[in-house]
């Protein structure tokens, strides 16, 4: 709803942080629930054409991807976990993000993210594509080309989870697998052999590494991702799967 959106917008600091709770006493910073807003916004927009909102909300989201392109590591785009840059784990596969990860699955919410910002820059300045989202596609493409250097394996044809101390690690997640694609960091020929090797058609579903409970949000980018591509029953599926096992 425009007032939970709103309201998050508020509680931002002129840093660019956006706290993960809204009304609470603690600014606690995660960067998934802070990469999370944007695309909201741009589904809210996409159903009610709010466009006094919009524009109200746009010196949010430069605030926003002002911070992340200061806290990327010296000469990349794509974004670590630090102290400064905490991670909740949404989109998690067996095991927890640590300090100094590029995970696949946050750079894929984080290009994912940059795109729908930069659409949303488009909506508010009609007539002619504005300087600050022609800079944020580019953005978004850096970031897809970086993850896909440190974190594909062509061999596997697979993502690795994440990159970590100069090498991917030997760490294989549907979640990371399913998280590239809807970031559109994988590259198009890759999306039914990442899914074929990721997933199988029939209860457990999961081929690869489970990280246990799916949170929410990566339960609707699955089922969003597989709508995408022709496969939004067997989504559903797999989600009614996964939350009766919980």
């Not at 949010?60 to 806290?71: D, G, T, V």
């Not at 905490?86 to 919410?109: H, M, V």
């Not at 590259?187 to 990721?198: F, K, L």
């Given at each position: 709803p425009e007032r939970n959106i709103r309201d998050f917008a508020k509680t931002q600091l002129e840093t660019g942080?956006?706290?993960a709770v809204n009304g609470g006493d603690t600014l606690q910073f995660y960067i998934d629930d802070a990469l999370c807003w944007p695309i909201w916004l741009q589904r809210h927009y996409m159903y009610t054409g709010a466009q006094e909102f919009l524009e109200s909300m746009?010196?949010?989201?430069?605030?926003?991807?002002?911070?992340?392109?200061?806290?990327?590591?010296?000469?990349l785009d794509v974004l670590a976990i630090t102290k400064d840059l905490?991670?909740?784990?949404?989109?998690?596969?067996?095991?927890?993000?640590?300090?100094?990860?590029?995970?696949?699955?946050?750079?894929?919410?984080?290009?994912?993210?940059?795109?729908?910002?930069?659409?949303?820059?488009?909506?508010?300045?009609a007539h002619s594509e504005s300087e600050t989202a022609?800079?944020?596609?580019?953005?978004?493409?850096?970031?897809?080309?970086?993850?896909?250097?440190?974190?594909?394996?062509?061999?596997?044809?697979?993502f690795s989870e994440a990159y970590r101390n100069g090498k991917p690690l030997d760490n294989y997640t549907w979640q990371a697998n399913v998280?590239?694609?809807?970031?559109?960091?994988?590259?198009?020929?890759?999306?039914?052999?990442?899914?074929?090797?990721?997933?199988?058609k029939e209860p457990p579903y999961t081929a690869l590494?489970?990280?246990?409970?799916p949170s929410p949000f990566m339960m609707f980018l699955t089922v969003e991702?597989?709508?995408?591509?022709?496969?939004?029953?067997?989504?559903?599926?797999?989600?009614?799967d996964k939350w009766s096992r919980m």
């Open positions: 942080h956006i706290p746009i010196p949010h989201l430069k605030r926003l991807f002002s911070l992340l392109a200061w806290e990327a590591p010296e000469g905490p991670s909740r784990n949404l989109l998690a596969g067996t095991r927890p993000l640590q300090r100094g990860d590029i995970g696949t699955g946050i750079n894929a919410l984080y290009c994912r993210s940059l795109l729908c910002a930069a659409w949303l820059c488009d909506q508010a300045h022609i800079a944020w596609r580019k953005r978004a493409a850096r970031v897809a080309s970086q993850l896909r250097t440190m974190n594909w394996d062509e061999e596997k044809g697979l998280s590239a694609i809807y970031g559109g960091v994988a590259r198009a020929q890759n999306y039914e052999s990442i899914m074929n090797a990721s997933f199988r590494l489970d990280g246990g409970e991702t597989a709508s995408a591509l022709g496969e939004r029953t067997w989504g559903l599926d797999m989600m009614i």
